[in-house]
Structure formats: structure tokens, C-alpha cells
Nanobody, 125 residues
């Protein structure tokens, strides 16, 4: 049984930082495509950052480039999203998800099949 459990969300002031964690069980993250996604009220879910196992590439949405960093701790089977210089427009529910490898390099949510429950990130003064 695959489980992805996110943590680390919360309320932070603009310019602040948060680190989200996604702990996996039932699968080995190192052999999967991994993604962080977010969904704000009334908006479509969007890919924030993805790690592609097949070609080793990393994707970042333009809106987070230079501010967010995705990383994988293989020993802990946990993926992180370090978020710096947070802006109010980063406010959303953040989800981690996995997809089968070698499917391509898209970071679109429709290609990911296992999902965590989400963690709320609110950036506000």
C-alpha cells in the first residue's frame, strides 16, 4: 500500500521560508518520478517542481525558479521542497505525488498517480 504523507506547511510572512516534507511508504522514491504540486482556491492544480528518474532532470515552474528547491533523501525515502522568499501568490495547498518512470518528463498533475493528502501553505502578513 502506497502512502505519501506531507508535512511542514503553515503560515509565514512574505519573504519567509518553509520546508515541506513528503515521506513515502510502500514504494521507493528513488525509482519514481516525483513531483510537488499546488492548488489555490478556484485555480487548477499546477506543477511546482518535479524530479524525473528517467533522464535525471529537474523541473521548476517559472514562478518559483530561484526560490524553491526540490531534493530527495534516499535513506529516509523522503522528498523535500525548500521554499524561500515566499510571496502571497505562493499560498495554496501543496501536494507531493509520484508517477511511473520513463513516461516522459512532463510535470503535469494528470500524469501522476499516487498523491499525498496535502499541506496548507499560507503566505500573509
Amino acid at each position: 500500500q502506497v502512502q505519501l504523507v506531507e508535512s511542514g506547511g503553515g503560515l509565514v510572512q512574505p519573504g519567509g521560508s518553509l520546508r515541506l516534507s513528503c515521506a513515502a511508504s510502500g514504494l521507493i522514491l528513488d525509482f519514481q518520478d516525483i513531483g510537488w504540486f499546488r492548488q489555490a482556491p478556484g485555480k487548477e492544480r499546477e506543477g511546482v517542481s518535479c524530479l524525473n528518474y528517467g533522464d535525471g532532470s529537474t523541473y521548476y515552474a517559472n514562478s518559483v525558479k530561484g526560490r524553491f528547491t526540490i531534493s530527495l533523501d534516499k535513506a529516509k525515502n523522503t522528498v523535500y521542497l525548500q521554499m524561500n522568499s515566499l510571496k502571497p501568490e505562493d499560498t495554496a495547498v501543496y501536494y507531493c505525488a509520484t508517477a511511473r518512470p520513463y513516461r516522459g518528463s512532463s510535470c503535469h498533475y494528470l500524469e501522476f498517480n499516487f498523491w499525498g493528502q496535502g499541506t496548507q501553505v499560507t503566505v500573509s502578513s
